[in-house]
């Protein structure tokens, strides 16, 4: 379970702090991010309400179509 709920504010070059386990999309569209581990950005198509379980160090604002406020869980 999750321990703590924040708003994931798209950046393109602030990693998120804290890390999330998981973050929540809050429309139909795309979230760009780069997993803690990876050495690339990833494009995901989402819908609205879906949780990614990913552990994203960067939510990109450019490639983020989404609108409303994403929710990381950490």
């Known amino acids: 379970p999750v321990r703590m709920c924040f708003v994931v504010a798209p950046h393109n070059s602030n990693a998120l702090d804290p890390l999330p386990k998981a973050i929540r999309a ?3 569209g795309v979230i760009t991010l780069r997993a803690v581990n990876s050495d690339s950005d990833v494009a995901h ?3 609205e309400g879906e949780v990614l379980a990913v552990r994203a160090a960067y939510v990109r604002a450019t490639g983020t179509t989404v609108t409303g406020t994403i929710v ?3």
Do not use: E, I
């Open 45 to 47: 198509p989402v819908r």
């Open 26 to 28: 809050p429309s139909d």
């Open 72 to 74: 990381g869980y950490a």
